[in-house]
């Protein structure tokens, strides 16, 4: 987008209003932007065989689990990530946007380094992961929430990662009664979490569990310090606003909650007087609709989600905790949600299809700012022509400034800064580009030097139309034309 023909009076407004663009590789199941928003890495989920067709070759062909990043200016294929078995849980980016932690269902969490796109570090767990985040600081320790298991704090800082046990339970206030402390002792054995992220800080952990406890831990002794109760379900998901004084929440309750979270990086920090209080409850009273994922605005002062068994998606301002926007447009019901960092765009994946689904604003764009002595005008005006406007100069003149023209340097290779680098030796991702890797529409494979040619509906899905067979077939027919290449035939001449 160019911002110079863009109306600024439209750049005021926060949050989008209509579907402007998709994205397509691979069928994506989680999506999430970088703390600058250049990019947007997407896990995806390959469809499954027919069933006679997984009797036949197994279920190797099930899931693929590899991560594609988009670059959100051209909306093309930066980066292709292969290390997964199964399909990608959650992704989740370091601060400087060089590296990308990335679960999946095969119970495995990679550290990918996006300088090379190497694995720097490879987890495996006893269960399959829920949610893996990386710390704000620290690109070496995250945090992951296992499959009927205790979450775990790991440290990738050494050859071996050292894996600690976090808590469920939640912290309660003591109470001089045997029996009532049996009791709960009990109700706290079934106690699992469903959801881990880091503070702000990363000096603590919040977690969510499947009773609606959020627990407050401290990182370095992995300790619970304080625990709230904010329902009676479980708590779905966890996300913190960019200043990392709010949250919101996603339960099964049909309730999303924003919440302040109290500054916990205080060094005399009172752990006897922490409030989490709610701020505002949003839901649909009249369908009673549930939300699959939520998130906030770039400015922390819109709170969006996507909604179960619908294709629409809702945003609400916090102020007065209203409905300002349903985002239309795919027919299809939407999974994770992602608000751009620094620009009112959103985008979804869709769950049937895979396709990851753009809304912004539409702008009118100025095609004055192309002239600057142009103006532009709501009604026909006279036009006074300067005195020179239309002189005829001299041939070798022309031919003159072409060449002085033809002769200045352009420089095609310095990356200027655009707006939202915010250091000056910030890592910028290498973009590696292959022809090989690419899965629009309009795919093109390679048959020679410096010759492509546009590749057919069913190249390389031979196993969608009966495996070897279909693949020995088409050699055999590839033989027999390449036979015949190359022979002439002379017809000679019929006698009458």
């Known amino acids: 987008m160019n911002l110079s023909l863009v109306d600024p009076f439209i750049l005021a407004q926060d949050y989008p209003d209509a579907l402007t663009g998709k994205l397509k590789s691979g069928r994506a199941t989680c999506i999430r932007f970088n703390r600058k928003g250049d990019f947007l890495a997407s896990g995806r989920v390959r469809a499954a065989p027919p069933q006679d067709l997984l009797r036949r070759i197994g279920n190797f062909l099930q899931l693929d689990g590899t991560i594609v990043v988009f670059d959100t200016e051209t909306n093309g294929v930066a980066h292709k990530l292969r290390g997964h078995t199964r399909q990608i849980q959650s992704l989740s980016w370091s601060q400087d946007g060089r590296y990308l932690l990335s679960s999946s269902q095969d119970w495995k969490c990679i550290l990918w380094d996006l300088k090379d796109g190497s694995e720097r570090q490879t987890v495996k767990f006893e269960a399959p992961v829920y949610v893996a985040e990386l710390h704000p600081y620290d690109h070496l320790v995250f945090v992951a929430s296992l499959f009927e298991d205790q979450p775990v704090l790991v440290d990738i800082s050494k050859a071996q990662p050292s894996i600690r046990v976090l808590p469920s339970a939640p912290k309660r206030e003591p109470i001089n009664d045997p029996d009532y402390n049996i009791k ?20 603590h952990i919040l977690a969510g569990t499947n009773k609606g406890w959020l627990n407050i831990i401290e990182t370095q002794s992995c300790e619970t310090i304080h625990s709230t109760r904010l329902c ?10 960019a200043s990392g004084g709010d949250m919101v929440s996603n339960a099964s309750d049909r309730v999303i909650r924003t919440i302040h979270v109290p500054d916990l990086s205080q060094p005399n920090l009172d752990i006897d007087n922490i409030k989490v209080e709610v701020e505002h409850k949003f839901q649909d009273v009249v369908n009673r609709l549930a939300w699959n994922h939520v998130t906030f605005s770039s400015t922390g002062e819109y709170v969006t989600a996507s909604t179960f068994m619908n294709h629409d998606v809702y945003v609400w301002e916090r102020n007065h905790g209203s409905l300002v926007k349903i985002l239309e447009g795919p027919k299809e ?11 009112p765009v959103v985008a979804a994946c869709g769950i049937e299809t895979g396709r990851i689904y753009l809304w912004s604003i539409i702008t009118p764009q100025r095609w004055s700012a192309l002239a600057p002595d142009f103006v532009e005008v709501e009604e026909n005006v006279e036009y006074v022509e300067r005195e020179d406007e239309f002189d005829i100069h001299p041939k070798e003149e022309i031919h003159k400034r072409r060449l002085d023209l033809e002769d200045e340097q352009i420089d095609a290779l310095t ?25 629009s529409d309009e ?5 020679g030097p410096g010759t492509m040619r546009r590749k057919s509906p069913g190249e390389g899905k031979e196993w969608l139309n009966g495996g070897t067979e279909a693949t020995a077939a088409a050699e055999e027919k590839g033989q027999k034309r390449a036979g015949t290449v190359g022979t002439k035939t002379t017809n000679k001449p019929r006698k009458r």
């Open 184 to 203: 709960q002792a009990s109700q706290d054995a079934k106690q699992s979490t469903c959801i881990t992220i880091f503070s702000s800080t990363g000096s």
């Open 232 to 241: 009676n379900g479980f708590l779905i998901y966890l996300r913190l606003a």
């Open 333 to 343: 019901e939407l999974s994770v949600v992602e608000w751009h960092p620094h620009r």
């Open 415 to 439: 990356i200027e800064p655009t707006k939202g680098d915010f250091e000056e030796d910030a890592f910028r991702m290498p973009v590696l580009l292959n022809i090989d890797d690419s899965e």
């Open 443 to 447: 795919e093109v494979v390679a048959i």
